[in-house]
């Protein structure tokens, strides 16, 4: 039972290069998160998926997109990667919105 | 809305001290209450919960217990280690909306 796994767990891309973030779970959960971490900021939501399906915006969507390949994969693409978009991004899932959500152990990307 | 405020860090202690972390929070209804740990280089764990007033959460020697009629929610430790070590957030979820953070406490602690 690996819980959530996250690849690739460092990453480097320059202005304007593309890439995808990938997320897996094998809780069987309803409920799939993306969050970036920023120094002195907390997590903030980027996108979620309540349900096998169907995806929303969170807090700061801007410059990315999500897919939720089946119940057991969310990804997370950034099409065209900006400096301001260097970050540690996290995934999470839970079995509904009102239960505890289980974090993956990150991506550290940079964008030079 | 929601929202969680707990203590600024770094909170610096030496090994066997006393730990509180301050967290109140701002939500109507009755919200489910949790803290988390993030250690170095790992992503968040859940450390405790509880879901209803009076609750009390315990694990790994943390304790936080819920209080409605302060809107807190601190969490304790009797005797700290190096390895608790970590960044604290404290977190609700309230009546079909979403799991929100506070903005997290570094805990240093020196042997």
């Known amino acids: 039972n690996a819980g959530v796994t996250q690849t690739p767990k460092f990453q480097v891309l320059k202005t304007g290069q593309s890439m995808t973030l990938q997320c897996a779970q094998d809780?069987?959960?309803?409920?799939m998160y993306w969050y970036r971490q920023d120094p002195g900021m907390g997590l903030r939501l980027i996108y979620y998926?309540?349900?096998?399906?169907?995806?929303d915006k969170g807090e700061v969507p801007n410059g990315y997109n999500v897919s939720r390949l089946n119940k057991r994969e969310f990804s997370l693409r950034l099409e065209s990667a900006a400096p301001s978009q260097t970050s540690v991004y996290f995934c999470?899932?839970?079995?509904?919105?009102?239960?505890?959500?289980?974090f993956g152990p990150g991506t550290r990307l940079t964008v030079t | 809305g929601n929202s969680v405020t707990q203590m600024e860090g770094p909170v610096t202690l030496s090994e066997e001290a006393f730990l509180t972390i301050n967290c109140t929070y701002t939500?109507?209804?009755?919200?489910?209450l949790f803290w988390y740990v993030q250690y170095p280089g790992e992503g968040l764990q859940l450390l405790l919960k509880a879901t209803k007033a009076d609750d009390k959460g315990s694990n790994k020697g943390f304790e936080a217990t819920y209080r409605k009629e302060t809107t807190s929610f601190h969490l304790e430790k009797g005797s700290v280690q190096v390895s608790d070590s970590a960044v604290y957030f404290c977190a609700l979820i309230n009546a079909g909306n979403m799991l929100t953070f506070g903005g997290g406490t570094r805990l240093m602690v020196k042997p």
């Open positions: 998926s309540a349900s096998e399906g169907t995806t």
């Open positions: 809780m069987n959960h309803n409920s």
């Open positions: 939500a109507t209804g009755y919200p489910s």
């Open positions: 999470a899932s839970s079995e509904g919105f009102r239960y505890e959500q289980y």
